[in-house]
């Protein structure tokens, strides 16, 4: 090879090299509470898609579901000045921290994306702050849920519920035939998306919005709440004594396992199935929580830019958000997560019957007034509020003598203390 061949070569390698993502890499440190079997399988797609582009991923996963202990961290991170590149964070709280300036806005991309083309319009809100862009969506979960395990059902002689009543009926079989009727882990946002779950199904889309989004003391103070607080302490009654504590993830195992019958849960809990293997229809089930068919308790997680200084790390974040919004990551993301994508222009083809019909139903209630964002999920206040109504609802759930009356009262003061 003679020398100008050579020089030509070396300079256009040189220039592919430019050209290449692996020029421009940075780092993204990513805060998020993703940590079970399944959550880890579905960050992990993120996390090969970053660095394919030659970005590099620092991972910064605190354990806890629905993040609480996460938020904490966040907190204290951002207070000493040094929070991370981007973060799990989701409903109000994000209004919140963009109020506070911390959050970058994302105008730019989602302008370039044509973000307002495929999002609907509740997602789309969720995600901005005074009109901007300051979160990207991930993916839209569903918390009322109720997943079988059929084999057991099978032996209990018993077939999914479609009521209250009947719920109540199944769980005497499954008690009968010797297993825990319901799992369940005694947290406060556990014991919260049983509470929201009821709500929903006993007062409605439009008294569960009055509770929860518009905390309306007269829909508080009701007889329907009391009727509430009457069932949740009756769930108590088939639960097993070592719920105290367990993590979420542990009680979906006991209905992989056939330790227990049924658990109320997001469908983050398919993705635990999934992870064990587990097929839709066969091993398990899902199934809309009685009394809640045509409604939909939305939980939709999303990711936010903070604001930081290292140019190389910002062309990271950027790249960040657009894989994030980007089809192939909603796909292969939220297939491992349980959840559905956020883009209207995503075909399902490669879902389960239980995503399909989440994202049938979402559509159908959001046209109906009928979908709800999750109090116990962060969707519907600010964190205040939510640790008010938790503190009210899990002391209720660990006390055997506590009256569903006095509760009520209760949750009405805590609420107008925290607002
Ligand atoms: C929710 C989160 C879900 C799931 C769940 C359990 O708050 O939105 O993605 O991870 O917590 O950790």
Known sequence: ???????????????????????????????????????????????????????????????????????????????????????????????????????????????????????????????????????????????????????????????????????????????????VPIAHGGQNWQDGTIFETLVMAIMGPEGYDKVFVQNDEDAIRSEEMVKVFETFKRIKGYVDPNAAGRDWNLATAMVIEGKAGMQIMGDWAKAEFAAAGKKPGVDYQCVVFPGTESDFIYNIDSLTIFKIKNEANQKAQENLVRTVIDKPFQEVFNLNKGSIPVRTDIALDKFDDCAKQSSRDFQAADKAGRAEPSMAHSMANTSYIQGAIFDVVTNFFNDASADPKKATEQLVAAIQAAQ
């Open 1 to 179: 090879m003679n020398t100008l061949r050579h020089l030509t070569l070396a300079v256009s390698l040189s220039c592919a090299t430019l050209t290449s993502p692996l020029a421009h890499a940075g780092e993204v440190e990513v805060l998020h509470w993703w940590t079970s079997g399944g959550e880890a399988r579905a960050v992990d797609t993120l996390k090969q898609m970053m660095q394919k582009q030659g970005d590099s991923w620092k991972d910064f996963a605190v354990a806890g579901g629905a993040g609480e202990a996460a938020m904490t961290v966040l907190k204290t991170r951002a207070v000493s000045g040094n929070p991370p590149s981007a973060a799990q964070l989701k409903g109000p709280d994000i209004q919140e921290w963009a109020e506070m300036g911390f959050l970058d806005d994302l105008n730019d991309i989602a302008e370039a994306g044509g973000w307002n083309d495929f999002l609907p319009t509740r997602v789309a809100e969720t995600m901005q702050y005074d009109g901007d862009y300051v979160a990207v969506p991930a993916g839209i979960h569903r918390i009322n849920w109720l997943w079988i395990n059929p084999e057991v059902f099978k032996k209990a002689g018993a077939t999914p519920p479609t009521n209250l009543d009947e719920f109540f009926a199944v769980a005497d079989k499954l008690k009968a035939a010797g297993v």
